[in-house]
């Protein structure tokens, strides 16, 4: 029997690959109609993306099959979902975010944030927090925190080791005094003075180790946290973000464009830092205490202060002056965002609108973001020099021109080409729902969801989105729920934002597991966090995190999108033809 088991253990992806959809045929087959048949294609993308019995791109691809073998959608209309404009503006993003990596921008940004705000314990972990949540809103979370975990253990390393060489001296001090006194006036052996200071060393040692303990499960959290974050502040910061733009321009074709980076950025960026506050509070009470004095370092710095500030110094110093190369990338990265920002500010007609867009909207922020990250790509990394210069003889082979600041080599290797066919899966996904009227069936079977308030509905979606995000990847999680949101929404009378846009930022609240998301198994892989260490901490993050989304939705939410009136381009729950 239990070699039995072993062998199931061990074959369970063939076994779910080829048991689940034969548990879950008799749907199509008892049940007529399209919608059936898409209820067939959802669930087994849903079971294949939660067990990853096949990698999850893979997932993502069967659409491409499973719906024009069902008849719900030709192969033209399925394959046409799976590069859109939300794609166009993920490959954009994610082309800035590699240059500013290559050219180890984000570092430098790191280590001068942290020199200014110093090492003391509170201080360090908010610097490292908000770092950590700025970099993460343009580069990816899982490099971000890669990056910034090292930098922190150093840090601590170092005040360690100092804290303990400096114990070690202040005991050989008290032992020389203490026994010199001690055989002068009582006659103590000296024996007896040096079993005591091993005694009081050994103590000394054990509140060290404890709180080190702490303070780099403190510091390990802090950083896979602030990550998760920081990514929901911007459109471009995490995929979920992306999948809601793609599924509101596919779900709603009418929506004027109505989440774009400013919105979404004015939305989530003042949530985004309450969120921050409120996690250093939590982890500074859990590991840390409520000690102001030591916490914030009232007072004259110590040794082991001044000793790990010249650690985070030393690795500044080896990058030295900044280069042509990072200055272009920054030049670049800035005239993008300013770009974004003024596109379509929402307050004022933008660049976009006077120049272009009187008509339709033929440049959005996927055409902003290729167009600056074709930059990438003309700009040398180097400053030309002039004729006869630097760079050698004209006639001769040493002259060379400098390379750009990206080659196609560096983006084939760091970009995440799978989360293109993630996308395009969960777009495919929401345009099949519609056309097969599964969509419509939903909501109208929500629609007793009427008689209950707005905000219970929201708080309990974001409650299962938070819950169920933990088990699975946080982009499967949303490609799954918000085109069944969507259609409840529209049902019910409700404006869909109220609902999807919550949702969207709950999926990036995975802080209880490990697995929940690459941040924390990287956070976990550094060997001094437990599970249950991440679980207590995360669950309690996790409710605060869903009542901050609240407030920020029935506050400047409702203000910002008029949330609680249904708009009109919402209304598309019309009879299938």
Known sequence: ???????????????????????ILPLPLVIDGPEAKCGFAIILMALYWCTECIPLAVTALLPVILFPLMGIMQGSEVSIQYLKDSNMLFIGGLLVAIAVEHWNLHKRIALRVLLLVGVKPALLMMGFMGTTAFLSMWISNTATTAMMLPIAYAVLDELQKTEAEADDLELQRGQTNE?????????????????????????????????????????????????????????TGTTPNLILKGQMDELYPGNGGIINFASWFGFCFPNMMLMLVIAWLWLQFMYLGFNFKKSFGCGSKSDG?????????????????????????????????????????????????????????????????????????IIPSQRPQCFGGRTGDMNGESLK?????????????????NILLLLGGGFALASGSETSGLSLWLGQSLEPLKNVPDFAIAF????????????????????????????????????????????????SL???????????????????LKVIDMAKAGFVLNLLGVLCVQLALNTWGVAMFQLKEFPTWANVTTTKP
């Open 1 to 23: 029997m239990a070699g039995f088991l072993r062998w199931l253990w061990k074959y369970r992806n063939f076994i779910t690959i080829f048991v689940t959809p034969l548990v």
């Open 179 to 235: 026994g010199f006194q001690m055989d002068e006036t009582k006659g103590i052996t000296t024996e007896k003075v040096v079993e005591d200071g091993y005694m009081l060393a050994e103590e000394k040692r054990k509140k060290r180790e404890q709180k080190y303990s702490n303070l780099s499960k403190g510091m390990s959290l802090c950083v896979c946290y602030s990550a998760s974050i920081g990514g929901t502040a911007t459109l």
């Open 305 to 377: 202060d001044r000793a790990a500030y010249q650690v985070m110094k030393n690795e500044y110093k080896k990058l030295g002056s900044i280069s042509f190369a990072e200055g272009s990338v920054l030049v670049v990265f800035v005239l993008l965002v300013l770009l974004w920002f003024t596109r379509e500010p929402g307050f004022m007609p933008g660049w976009a609108t006077v120049l272009f867009n009187q008509e339709k909207e033929y440049v959005t922020d996927g055409t902003v973001a290729i167009f600056m990250s074709l930059l990438f790509f």
């Open 401 to 417: 021109a400098p390379p750009a600041l990206l080659n196609w080599e560096v983006v084939h290797e760091k970009m995440p080409w």
């Open 460 to 507: 309990l979606i974001c409650l299962l989105i938070a819950t169920f995000t933990e088990c699975s990847s946080n982009t499967a999680t949303t490609t799954l729920f918000l085109p069944i949101l969507g259609a409840m929404a529209s049902n019910i009378g409700l404006h869909p934002l109220y609902v999807m846009m919550p949702s969207t930022i709950c999926a």
């Open 510 to 528: 995975a802080f209880m597991l490990p697995v929940a998301t690459p941040p924390n198994a990287i956070a976990f892989s550094y060997g001094n």
